[in-house]
């Protein structure tokens, strides 16, 4: 399954996230897009997309929020999200 998650990391929590979530669900070969760095993607290229950001003041990112909104609608795009929260860069966790 041809898999996708869009993500906004600024400490590298978010970003340490997503690379675990991909390497753990088995049979979805996930692309990973910094939405800083990359353009808006043709989601119907892929089977399943996620958006990841982290908590700001108790809500996604605006930065996020900016980008989905740039998105074409999709229909029936199976689809998720979640969001990190923590006082640590991702340099903290040992590989």
């Known amino acids: 399954m041809k898999s996708l998650i869009c993500y906004f990391s600024t400490t590298g929590n978010t970003e340490l996230a997503c690379r675990y979530i991909g390497k753990m669900i088995p049979g979805a070969a996930f ?3 910094d939405i800083t760095r ?3 993607p043709d989601l119907g290229t892929y089977d399943l997309v996620g958006f990841a950001t982290f908590a ?3 809500g996604p990112s605006k930065r996020m929020r ?3 909104q740039e ?3 999709q229909k ?3 689809a998720f999200v979640f969001n990190t929260y ?3 860069n991702g340099g903290t966790l040992r590989k």
């Open 31 to 33: 692309e990973f897009l």
């Open 38 to 40: 990359g353009s808006v």
């Open 56 to 58: 700001d003041f108790l």
């Open 66 to 68: 900016d980008f989905i």
């Open 71 to 73: 998105l074409p609608q």
């Open 76 to 78: 029936q795009k199976p």
């Open 86 to 88: 923590g006082n640590f």
